[in-house]
C-alpha cells in the first residue's frame, strides 16, 4: 500500500527555521512528482510546491516563495521541505501528497500523508 | 494565478439527498479539475480527477462533469460517511489552486 508520512512538526518562533520530512513506501518514489499543500486553522487547503520525479521541475507558491525549499533524495524515498523566516500565518498543518500524472499530462494528489502540525509562535 | 471559485461556500442537506457543488475557473483549464474531500484530522482523499473520473474506490454515487472554466461535483443519495469539505482543484498550472472549499453539512 502507498503510505506517505510526514514528520517535524513542532512550535517554532517567527523567524525561525524547520525541516518537514515525507517517508514514502509502497511505490517507487523515483517515479512520482510530490506536492506539499497546507491548511490554516479554519482555513481552506493551499498548494504550496511540488517536484518533479528528478527534481528537474520545482515550483512554489508566492506565499512561500524565497523562503521554503523543497527538496527530495529518491535513495531515501524521502521529501523534504525547509521552511525558513517562519511567519505566524505560517502556523498549520503540513501534507505531503504524491502526483500522478497521466500519460496526457493531466496530473492530480492521489495519495497524501495524514500532515504534520506547524505552530509557528 | 488562476482563481478558483466554488459555489456554495456551505450546504445543508439530509441523508438520500442529491446534492451538487460547482466550480469556476478565471482561465480555461480544459479538463485539468480535480475534487477532494476533506474530513477535520484527516488527510484530504482524491474524489475525481480530470473533472469526470473517479477515483479507484470512490462510491458511483459522486460524479463530475464540466470543461474549460465551469465544473460541477454531483453526490447523489447523501451517506452519513459524505458530510465533509469538498475542494476542487486545478493541475492546468503552478501553482496548483484550490478553491475555498465547500462544507457539506447535515
Known amino acids: 500500500d502507498v503510505q506517505l508520512v510526514e514528520s517535524g512538526g513542532t512550535v517554532v518562533q517567527p523567524g525561525g527555521s524547520l525541516r518537514l520530512s515525507c517517508a514514502a513506501s509502497?511505490?517507487?518514489?523515483?517515479?512520482?512528482?510530490m506536492n506539499w499543500v497546507r491548511q490554516a486553522p479554519g482555513r481552506g487547503l493551499e498548494w504550496l510546491s511540488y517536484i518533479s520525479s528528478t527534481n528537474v521541475t520545482i515550483k512554489y507558491a508566492d506565499s512561500v516563495k524565497g523562503r521554503f525549499t523543497v527538496s527530495r533524495d529518491n535513495a531515501l524515498n524521502s521529501l523534504y521541505l525547509q521552511m525558513d523566516s517562519l511567519r505566524d500565518e505560517d502556523t498549520a498543518i503540513y501534507y505531503c501528497a504524491r502526483y500522478s500524472l497521466e500519460y496526457n499530462g493531466y496530473g492530480r494528489d492521489d495519495h497524501w500523508g495524514q500532515g504534520t502540525l506547524v505552530i509557528v509562535s | 494565478d488562476i482563481q478558483m471559485t466554488q459555489s456554495p461556500s456551505s450546504l445543508s442537506a439530509s441523508v438520500g439527498d442529491r446534492v451538487t457543488i460547482t466550480c469556476h475557473t478565471s482561465h480555461n483549464v480544459n479538463r485539468y479539475l480535480n475534487w477532494y474531500q476533506k474530513k477535520p484530522g484527516k488527510a484530504p482523499k482524491l474524489l475525481m480527477y480530470?473533472?469526470?473520473t473517479l477515483e479507484s474506490g470512490v462510491p458511483s454515487r459522486f460524479s463530475g462533469s464540466g470543461s474549460g472554466t465551469f465544473f460541477s461535483l454531483t453526490i447523489t443519495s447523501l451517506q452519513p460517511d459524505d458530510f465533509a469539505t469538498y475542494y476542487c482543484q486545478q493541475s492546468f498550472r503552478t501553482p496548483h489552486t484550490f478553491g475555498q472549499g465547500t462544507n457539506l453539512e447535515i
Open positions: 509502497g511505490f517507487i518514489f523515483s517515479s512520482f512528482g
Open positions: 480530470t473533472a469526470y
